[in-house]
Protein backbone atom coordinates (compact mmCIF):
# COMPACT_ATOMS: atom_id res chain seq x y z
CA UNK A 1 0.00 0.00 0.00
CA UNK A 2 1.12 3.34 -0.92
CA UNK A 3 -0.61 6.13 0.81
CA UNK A 4 0.53 9.84 0.56
CA UNK A 5 2.81 11.39 3.34
CA UNK A 6 5.95 9.56 3.26
CA UNK A 7 7.28 11.79 6.23
CA UNK A 8 4.55 11.97 8.75
CA UNK A 9 3.44 8.22 8.43
CA UNK A 10 7.40 6.88 8.28
CA UNK A 11 9.71 9.92 9.59
CA UNK A 12 11.58 9.96 6.77
CA UNK A 13 10.77 11.36 2.87
CA UNK A 14 8.88 14.15 1.52
CA UNK A 15 5.50 15.23 3.05
CA UNK A 16 3.42 14.88 -0.12
CA UNK A 17 5.73 11.53 -1.06
CA UNK A 18 4.36 8.08 -1.42
CA UNK A 19 5.00 5.67 1.73
CA UNK A 20 5.25 2.18 1.52
CA UNK A 21 3.27 -0.05 3.48
CA UNK A 22 2.80 -4.12 3.67
CA UNK A 23 0.47 -6.58 4.68
CA UNK A 24 2.45 -9.37 6.48
CA UNK A 25 1.52 -12.49 6.09
CA UNK A 26 2.94 -15.74 7.76
CA UNK A 27 2.75 -19.40 6.46
CA UNK A 28 3.24 -22.35 8.76
CA UNK A 29 4.18 -25.57 8.07
CA UNK A 30 2.45 -27.43 10.66
CA UNK A 31 2.26 -31.53 11.49
CA UNK A 32 -1.39 -30.89 9.83
CA UNK A 33 -0.68 -29.02 6.73
CA UNK A 34 -0.40 -24.89 6.52
CA UNK A 35 -1.29 -22.66 8.21
CA UNK A 36 -1.48 -19.19 7.11
CA UNK A 37 -1.70 -16.14 9.58
CA UNK A 38 -3.46 -13.21 7.75
CA UNK A 39 -4.28 -13.73 4.40
CA UNK A 40 -3.82 -9.82 2.67
CA UNK A 41 -5.64 -8.66 -0.45
CA UNK A 42 -6.96 -11.60 -2.61
CA UNK A 43 -7.61 -12.06 -6.38
CA UNK A 44 -11.33 -10.69 -5.65
CA UNK A 45 -9.79 -7.38 -4.68
CA UNK A 46 -7.59 -7.41 -8.08
CA UNK A 47 -10.41 -8.66 -10.42
CA UNK A 48 -12.94 -6.50 -8.72
CA UNK A 49 -11.05 -3.36 -6.90
CA UNK A 50 -14.24 -1.50 -6.45
CA UNK A 51 -15.07 -3.55 -3.46
CA UNK A 52 -12.48 -2.37 -1.52
CA UNK A 53 -14.16 0.57 -1.53
CA UNK A 54 -13.32 4.09 -3.70
CA UNK A 55 -12.15 6.32 -0.63
CA UNK A 56 -10.15 3.30 0.93
CA UNK A 57 -8.35 2.64 -2.48
CA UNK A 58 -8.16 6.63 -2.79
CA UNK A 59 -6.16 7.09 0.35
CA UNK A 60 -4.15 3.84 0.52
CA UNK A 61 -3.50 3.30 -3.06
CA UNK A 62 -2.99 -0.80 -3.30
CA UNK A 63 -1.11 -2.17 -5.60
CA UNK A 64 -2.71 -4.88 -6.17
CA UNK A 65 -0.26 -7.51 -7.76
CA UNK A 66 -1.43 -11.01 -8.16
CA UNK A 67 2.26 -12.24 -7.69
CA UNK A 68 1.68 -10.40 -3.67
CA UNK A 69 -1.62 -12.60 -3.08
CA UNK A 70 -0.82 -15.01 -0.61
CA UNK A 71 -2.21 -17.56 -2.73
CA UNK A 72 0.38 -17.19 -5.36
CA UNK A 73 2.96 -16.90 -3.13
CA UNK A 74 1.59 -20.66 -1.63
CA UNK A 75 1.87 -21.89 -5.04
CA UNK A 76 5.36 -20.32 -5.96
CA UNK A 77 6.86 -22.36 -2.85
CA UNK A 78 5.81 -25.49 -4.74
CA UNK A 79 2.34 -25.99 -2.21
CA UNK A 80 -1.48 -26.08 -3.46
CA UNK A 81 -4.45 -23.64 -2.31
CA UNK A 82 -5.67 -26.75 -0.87
CA UNK A 83 -2.53 -27.75 1.53
CA UNK A 84 -3.90 -24.28 3.61
CA UNK A 85 -5.65 -26.41 6.33
CA UNK A 86 -6.11 -23.27 8.59
CA UNK A 87 -6.00 -19.88 8.58
CA UNK A 88 -5.59 -17.50 11.40
CA UNK A 89 -6.66 -13.96 11.22
CA UNK A 90 -5.64 -11.20 12.99
CA UNK A 91 -9.13 -9.68 12.49
CA UNK A 92 -11.45 -8.72 9.54
CA UNK A 93 -10.26 -5.83 8.36
CA UNK A 94 -10.52 -5.24 4.45
CA UNK A 95 -6.53 -5.12 3.92
CA UNK A 96 -6.34 -8.88 6.16
CA UNK A 97 -9.20 -10.92 5.29
CA UNK A 98 -8.93 -10.47 0.89
CA UNK A 99 -7.60 -13.91 0.70
CA UNK A 100 -10.03 -15.74 2.55
CA UNK A 101 -12.13 -16.42 -0.55
CA UNK A 102 -8.62 -18.20 -2.26
CA UNK A 103 -8.28 -20.22 0.27
CA UNK A 104 -12.16 -21.80 0.67
CA UNK A 105 -11.28 -25.34 2.18
CA UNK A 106 -9.33 -24.08 5.27
CA UNK A 107 -10.52 -23.90 9.00
CA UNK A 108 -10.54 -19.79 9.89
CA UNK A 109 -9.77 -18.97 13.45
CA UNK A 110 -10.59 -15.55 14.64
CA UNK A 111 -12.26 -14.49 17.73
CA UNK A 112 -15.78 -14.33 18.18
CA UNK A 113 -16.12 -10.79 18.84
CA UNK A 114 -14.74 -9.88 15.46
CA UNK A 115 -17.06 -12.30 13.57
CA UNK A 116 -19.91 -10.64 15.02
CA UNK A 117 -18.51 -7.60 14.34
CA UNK A 118 -17.52 -8.03 10.24
CA UNK A 119 -21.00 -9.57 10.07
CA UNK A 120 -23.42 -6.68 11.39
CA UNK A 121 -20.97 -4.03 11.12
CA UNK A 122 -22.36 -0.52 12.88
CA UNK A 123 -22.65 2.32 10.80
CA UNK A 124 -18.64 3.65 11.27
CA UNK A 125 -17.20 -0.14 10.31
CA UNK A 126 -19.09 -0.52 7.68
CA UNK A 127 -16.15 0.59 4.95
CA UNK A 128 -13.65 -1.29 6.90
CA UNK A 129 -15.54 -4.53 6.39
CA UNK A 130 -16.00 -6.15 2.89
CA UNK A 131 -18.73 -8.60 3.01
CA UNK A 132 -17.48 -9.60 -0.21
CA UNK A 133 -14.51 -11.70 1.50
CA UNK A 134 -16.66 -13.92 2.99
CA UNK A 135 -19.81 -14.74 0.48
CA UNK A 136 -18.12 -17.78 -0.34
CA UNK A 137 -19.07 -19.27 3.32
CA UNK A 138 -16.23 -19.70 5.17
CA UNK A 139 -15.59 -22.51 7.60
CA UNK A 140 -15.44 -19.96 10.09
CA UNK A 141 -13.94 -21.68 13.87
CA UNK A 142 -14.58 -19.02 16.65
CA UNK A 143 -12.68 -18.88 19.63
CA UNK A 144 -13.50 -17.08 22.97
CA UNK A 145 -10.97 -14.70 24.60
CA UNK A 146 -10.39 -17.68 27.55
CA UNK A 147 -8.96 -18.48 30.09
CA UNK A 148 -5.33 -19.65 28.98
CA UNK A 149 -2.09 -17.19 29.68
CA UNK A 150 0.47 -16.47 27.64
CA UNK A 151 3.34 -14.46 28.98
CA UNK A 152 1.39 -12.81 31.31
CA UNK A 153 -1.52 -11.96 28.42
CA UNK A 154 -4.72 -13.58 28.42
CA UNK A 155 -4.79 -16.09 25.99
CA UNK A 156 -6.24 -18.94 23.71
CA UNK A 157 -4.62 -22.00 22.80
CA UNK A 158 -5.93 -23.11 19.54
CA UNK A 159 -3.51 -25.49 17.77
CA UNK A 160 -1.56 -27.45 20.00
CA UNK A 161 -1.01 -30.23 17.45
CA UNK A 162 -0.30 -28.03 14.61
CA UNK A 163 3.84 -28.32 14.65
CA UNK A 164 4.45 -25.10 15.48
CA UNK A 165 1.99 -24.40 18.83
CA UNK A 166 -0.10 -21.24 18.09
CA UNK A 167 -1.80 -19.38 20.48
CA UNK A 168 -4.63 -16.23 20.18
CA UNK A 169 -3.07 -13.17 22.45
CA UNK A 170 -6.28 -10.84 22.36
CA UNK A 171 -5.38 -7.20 21.85
CA UNK A 172 -9.01 -5.26 21.09
CA UNK A 173 -9.17 -1.52 20.36
CA UNK A 174 -8.02 -1.29 16.69
CA UNK A 175 -10.88 -3.76 16.41
CA UNK A 176 -13.07 -5.21 19.06
CA UNK A 177 -12.24 -8.79 18.41
CA UNK A 178 -8.68 -7.62 17.09
CA UNK A 179 -5.69 -10.67 18.19
CA UNK A 180 -2.44 -11.04 18.04
CA UNK A 181 -1.29 -14.54 17.13
CA UNK A 182 1.97 -16.18 18.85
CA UNK A 183 4.04 -18.98 17.16
CA UNK A 184 6.18 -20.77 18.80
CA UNK A 185 9.49 -20.96 17.17
CA UNK A 186 12.55 -23.29 18.95
CA UNK A 187 12.72 -22.05 22.60
CA UNK A 188 11.06 -19.02 21.40
CA UNK A 189 8.19 -16.86 20.24
CA UNK A 190 7.28 -15.25 17.33
CA UNK A 191 4.20 -12.77 17.90
CA UNK A 192 2.01 -11.46 14.95
CA UNK A 193 0.41 -8.21 16.46
CA UNK A 194 -1.60 -7.27 13.27
CA UNK A 195 -2.73 -3.94 13.52
CA UNK A 196 -1.86 -3.48 17.19
CA UNK A 197 0.86 -1.17 16.32
CA UNK A 198 1.87 0.53 12.79
CA UNK A 199 5.45 1.46 12.92
CA UNK A 200 8.11 -0.68 15.47
CA UNK A 201 8.57 2.36 16.91
CA UNK A 202 5.76 1.73 18.87
CA UNK A 203 7.34 -1.21 20.81
CA UNK A 204 10.79 0.60 21.31
CA UNK A 205 11.95 2.14 24.62
CA UNK A 206 11.31 4.82 24.77
CA UNK A 207 8.57 4.67 22.46
CA UNK A 208 8.12 6.70 18.90
CA UNK A 209 5.05 7.22 16.80
CA UNK A 210 5.23 9.22 13.40
CA UNK A 211 2.47 11.71 13.69
CA UNK A 212 0.64 10.56 11.00
CA UNK A 213 0.44 7.10 12.48
CA UNK A 214 -0.88 8.35 15.49
CA UNK A 215 -3.79 10.24 13.57
CA UNK A 216 -4.52 7.05 11.73
CA UNK A 217 -4.38 4.61 14.57
CA UNK A 218 -7.09 7.27 16.16
CA UNK A 219 -9.69 7.40 13.34
CA UNK A 220 -9.44 3.35 12.70
CA UNK A 221 -9.88 2.43 16.51
CA UNK A 222 -12.78 1.19 18.06
CA UNK A 223 -12.10 1.47 21.99
CA UNK A 224 -8.63 4.10 21.66
CA UNK A 225 -8.02 3.67 25.90
CA UNK A 226 -7.76 0.04 25.72
CA UNK A 227 -5.74 0.41 22.39
CA UNK A 228 -3.44 1.95 24.18
CA UNK A 229 -3.23 -0.05 27.43
CA UNK A 230 -2.59 -2.99 24.61
CA UNK A 231 0.05 -1.43 22.90
CA UNK A 232 1.93 -0.81 25.88
CA UNK A 233 1.75 -3.66 27.01
CA UNK A 234 3.67 -4.82 24.12
CA UNK A 235 6.19 -2.52 24.73
CA UNK A 236 7.14 -3.66 28.06
CA UNK A 237 6.62 -7.44 26.78
CA UNK A 238 9.55 -6.56 24.43
CA UNK A 239 11.38 -4.63 26.93
CA UNK A 240 11.20 -7.20 29.79
CA UNK A 241 11.52 -10.49 26.73
CA UNK A 242 13.04 -8.77 23.93
CA UNK A 243 15.16 -12.10 23.86
CA UNK A 244 12.50 -14.52 23.71
CA UNK A 245 9.25 -13.40 21.82
CA UNK A 246 9.83 -11.62 18.49
CA UNK A 247 6.97 -8.88 18.02
CA UNK A 248 6.17 -8.26 14.27
CA UNK A 249 2.70 -6.12 12.89
CA UNK A 250 1.43 -5.97 9.30
CA UNK A 251 2.41 -3.12 7.84
CA UNK A 252 5.83 -1.75 9.01
CA UNK A 253 8.10 -2.74 5.83
CA UNK A 254 11.13 -2.75 8.23
CA UNK A 255 9.84 -5.29 9.62
CA UNK A 256 8.66 -7.38 6.96
CA UNK A 257 12.94 -7.35 5.71
CA UNK A 258 14.09 -7.54 9.22
CA UNK A 259 11.88 -11.12 9.66
CA UNK A 260 14.34 -13.94 8.91
CA UNK A 261 12.13 -17.57 7.75
CA UNK A 262 12.08 -19.60 10.83
CA UNK A 263 12.60 -23.00 10.36
CA UNK A 264 9.67 -25.19 12.31
CA UNK A 265 10.20 -28.57 13.34
ZN1 LIG B 1 -4.49 -3.36 8.61
Redesign the pocket.
Known sequence: MCPRGARLLTGEGGLLERARSV?HCLLIEGAEGLVLVDTGFGRGDIEHPRQLGRVFSTIVSPQLDPAETAHAQVLALGFQPGDVRHIVTTHL?L??SGGLPDFPDADVHLLSRELAAALSPDWRARTRYVAAHWRHGPRWVEHDAGGDQWMGFQAVRILPGAGGEIVLVPLPGHTLGHTGVAIRQGDGWLLHC??AFFHHGEVQTPPYSPPGIRIFQDINQTDGKVRRENRERLRELAAAHGGEVELIC??DPYLLEQEPAPAFA
Open positions: CDDHGDSH
